[in-house]
């Protein structure tokens, strides 16, 4: 905004105040701006405004909103505006959001759809003299998305950034008394509704990328089914990229759909084929074994295995994968396993830098690991590793939001832009200026195995729809290209889409939620969701639930699960943090659950396994227990950070810096939640909450405490011990495990984070604990039905004791019941 304007609209402002109007809302802009507001509600000034000053609130934000519209500075916003597809678009989306509750609009992925809808809607409402009354909210599923869009409206507002339009996501928002428009995640939205069952005051309500099928997306959707009969006034539009309107449409009794038609440039496009004959690559993988391998894999009984690696087990005897060259053959090799051969990406990147013009490139990976891995590659390259002719820069949704912004601005015209990138490029995120996208066609999704209780993360293959929104990414402002590292074969055997999430993640996180919005019984609730899950799966949720005190045995919410709801992360995350305050070792509890519920710092090294395991068995000591290590690691990085030696012992170690930061980052957004709901009070300072944090059996308690029902029994064969759980029997300790080298432990019970079906079913970071901590921290003790001892895990496991040992445990625990109860 110029100087000059600046100057007239503080003098509209201004004068607005001195006329006497109760305006707390508009000119108090800078009070919120900037400040982390923790959880705060979305609320809004109209309620409590009186007739007259909502109507001089209205006339203020009109008469600004013309003078700023009109003004020189945005002439180059404004016609770019223009051009966009969605803006001939206008007042046909307009007049459907007049005439109808519900409005589904599908649009090409660069069409103005987040950016402009919402943005029609408030120009419309304050244009009419409803600015007072209006407020707009629209959901993005990232929190990277939220922050970028607002500020990018804002920008073509020609505000700042939490005036008229703001953001809100956990832990950090953006805005004041004045904005109109806020952009937040779903998540924000869910706990809001909390507070506000009929969302109160919102005018319009957009929910964005509904496409993706996110859980809370299709969690959010049936609560609006609901919702819409009791608040007649709200208006709901649905924003999709994919052209899978008609569901939704028909979910809503056929609401109206509207297509925004978009305009992209062609994309040509090459498959694996072209691409290794392009770039003379050769693609390392065990090509003599192939045959070995594949008939070995085919014998391995991977119930969840996807169908397209399933398929690819069976090409060696198709004809069709005969005529493939060597080079292909040698790349479907490579991938039966889900590591992206990243120097196949390098050489493609390589060979367009130097074969084809200029303009930026796009690279779909699927996560950190692979993202840190290839700058790292690149940073090396002779050609792209020179930083006055290519800037390359990562784009993940767990990145902090400053480093975000430069991914959509331009480089100087001699420099080309590389972007490193998650699936969060596919549809959230436009950046405008890419020709050519590299698409390696997988991306990391959980499943979950509701048979086995077993849940995983791990790349997969995307769905048609997704690689076509990929391949679009390169055609914003000019022709371009796309490498598929994949060859046409296992495009043609892709998905359509990509199933909901609902349908493949744990439901504990959901269970929990739709208890606390008060929904009824999930079960039923669940029954009307776009596709319902497994009612096994939504059983598993609720009895673990049960377990770990979060419901009683009627299936409502106990004051610990309330505590839970406040935590948004698994309850059995939240539940460890809980513990980790009462019993005062708050710092581990702290790190070990931001790097369970973000990842594993120790990264995995190709060809140096043994010196990695060593690494981290050093951590360990002789804890026998991943998470001990895991602590100390973290630990010892905040050490060497401090005496400036962070590279040198991440190197030496085996850790990720990237992981351990975005970890410490977390912890102290858990700090903050912990605080928000009095479990910490930050005026008595660290110390009093730490008493216990070097006490590593404390630590293993409330380890216990956290994890449980995730126990096995160790039982000794031998010379080597064997383990058991409750659902499936015998498991073996994952080969990354510190406890993988071990034959014999000291303790009778581990402890474990996760169960993976790979070859066999695997027990991920484990920690070994005594009887002592399972009965005095685990779950659910019931005194065995002879009375002579206590059962856990439905009898599964028996610990004999007498009557008054009974009595005194049963004492401890409803003790510390009521400090995880308490109000
Ligand atoms: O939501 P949809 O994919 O339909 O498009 P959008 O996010 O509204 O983006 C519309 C246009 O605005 C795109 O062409 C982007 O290049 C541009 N944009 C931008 O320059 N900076 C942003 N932070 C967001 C969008
Ligand atoms: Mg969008």
């Not at 700023?68 to 966009?84: H, N």
């Not at 830098?353 to 690991?369: H, P, Y």
């Not at 931001?594 to 594993?600: D, P």
């Not at 190197?651 to 957004?669: G, K």
Request: net charge neutral; aromatic share 8%; charged share 25%.
């Amino acid at each position: 905004m110029s100087t000059d304007i600046e100057r007239r609209v503080g003098n509209l402002l201004n004068s607005s105040q001195s006329t006497g109007a109760t305006l707390s809302s508009l000119p108090s802009i800078s009070a919120d701006l900037g400040q982390k507001q923790s959880a705060a509600p979305i609320k809004y000034v109209s309620s409590r405004q009186t007739d007259s000053s909502k109507e001089k609130l209205s006339v203020a934000l009109k008469e600004r909103q013309e003078l700023v519209q009109a003004s020189d500075s945005l002439k180059e916003m404004k016609s770019f505006r223009e051009k966009l597809p969605a803006f001939k678009m206008k007042s046909e989306f307009l007049k459907a959001v007049q005439e109808n509750q519900v409005l589904v609009v599908s649009g090409e992925t660069g069409c103005g759809k987040t950016t402009q809808l919402p943005q029609f809607l408030l120009e419309e409402e304050i244009s009419c003299l409803r600015g007072a009354d209006c407020n707009i909210i629209c959901t993005q599923p990232r929190r990277v998305s939220a922050i970028s869009v607002a500020a990018r409206i804002s920008a073509e507002r020609g505000e700042s950034l939490g005036e008229a339009v703001g953001y809100q996501i956990r832990l950090e928002s953006k805005r004041s008394a004045e904005t109109r428009l806020l952009f937040c995640t779903t998540g924000v939205l869910l706990r809001q509704l909390v507070q506000d069952p009929d969302l109160t005051g919102v005018s319009h309500l957009l929910v964005d990328e509904i496409h993706e099928r996110g859980m809370n997306e299709d969690f959010l959707i049936i609560i609006l089914r609901d919702l819409l009969p009791r608040r007649p006034d709200l208006r709901l539009i649905l924003m999709s990229a994919t052209i899978n309107a008609d569901m939704f449409s028909k979910y809503f009794a056929n609401a109206p759909t509207m297509h925004i038609p978009g305009f992209t440039y062609p994309v040509a496009e090459h498959f694996l084929e072209d691409v290794l004959e392009k770039t003379r690559y050769s693609i390392k993988s065990d090509f003599d074994n192939f045959e070995g391998n594949s008939r070995r894999r085919r014998k391995q009984q991977d119930s969840k295995k996807d169908p397209l690696t399933e398929m690819f087990e069976d090409i060696d005897v198709d004809t069709n994968y005969k005529n493939y060259s060597l080079g292909v053959r040698k790349s479907l090799e490579a991938w039966s396993g889900s590591q992206i051969d990243l120097g196949l990406v390098e050489a493609t990147i390589e060979y367009i830098c130097r074969n084809e013009a200029g303009g930026a490139i796009l690279v779909f990976l699927t996560g950190w690991d692979e993202i840190s891995k290839l700058l790292d590659k690149l940073k090396g390259n002779n050609l792209v590793g020179d930083p006055s002719k290519f800037l390359i820069l990562p784009l993940h949704g767990s990145m902090p939001t400053v480093n975000q912004c430069e991914i959509f601005e331009r480089p100087p015209p001699n420099k080309r832009k590389i972007v490193l990138a998650t699936n969060i490029a596919e549809s959230s995120i436009t950046i405008d200026d890419v020709v050519y996208v590299i698409d390696w066609g997988k991306a990391k999704e959980t499943s979950y195995d509701a048979l086995n209780k077993l849940a995983c993360l791990l790349p997969s293959w995307i769905s048609k729809a997704s690689a076509h929104q990929r391949r679009g990414r390169a055609g914003r402002v000019q022709p371009g290209v796309c490498y598929r590292l994949y060859p046409k074969l296992i495009h043609d055997a892709m998905p359509q889409y990509q199933l909901a999430e609902i349908l493949r993640t744990p439901l504990q996180e959901l269970c929990l939620h739709i208890k606390s919005l008060q929904l009824g019984t999930v079960g039923s609730f669940l029954e009307k969701a776009l596709q319902p899950p497994d009612p096994l799966a939504v059983k598993n949720a609720i009895e673990l639930l049960k377990t770990i005190g979060a419901l009683d045995e009627q299936e409502e919410l106990t004051p610990l699960g309330q505590h839970l709801c406040n935590i948004p992360l698994d309850p059995n995350i939240g539940k460890m943090l809980l513990m980790g305050s009462i019993f005062q070792c708050l710092n581990p509890a702290l790190t070990i659950a931001a790097s369970l519920a973000y990842r594993n710092p120790f990264v995995l090294p190709i060809n140096r396994k043994e010196e990695a395991d060593a690494a981290k068995q050093f951590f360990a000591g002789d804890s026998c227990s991943d998470h001990i290590a895991l602590l100390k690691a973290f630990e010892g990085w905040k050490e060497a950070k401090r005496s400036g030696n962070e590279k040198q012992f991440c190197w030496d170690n085996f850790l990720s810096p990237a992981t351990l930061r975005l970890i410490d980052n977390m912890r102290m957004q858990f700090l903050n939640l912990l605080s928000d709901i009095g479990f910490v009070d930050k005026s008595r300072g660290a110390n009093v909450y730490n008493q216990y944090s070097h006490d590593l059996e404390m630590v293993c308690a409330i380890l216990c405490a956290g994890l449980y029902p995730n126990v096995v029994q160790c039982k000794r064969r031998g010379k080597r011990t064997a383990f058991y759980t409750k659902e499936v029997g015998k498991v073996d300790i994952h080969p990354a495990s510190v406890n993988a080298g071990i034959y014999l432990f000291p303790l009778p019970y581990m402890v474990y984070s996760e169960k993976v079906k790979t070859t066999s079913i695997y027990i991920k970071d484990s920690t070994n604990i005594s009887d002592y901590a399972l009965l005095l921290f685990g779950g659910n003790l019931v005194p065995s039905k002879s009375g002579e001892g206590i059962d856990m895990l439905g009898g599964y496991l028996h610990f004999s004791a007498s009557k008054s040992v009974i009595e005194l445990i049963r004492k401890l625990r409803g003790e510390l019941d009521k400090l995880l109860n308490r109000k």
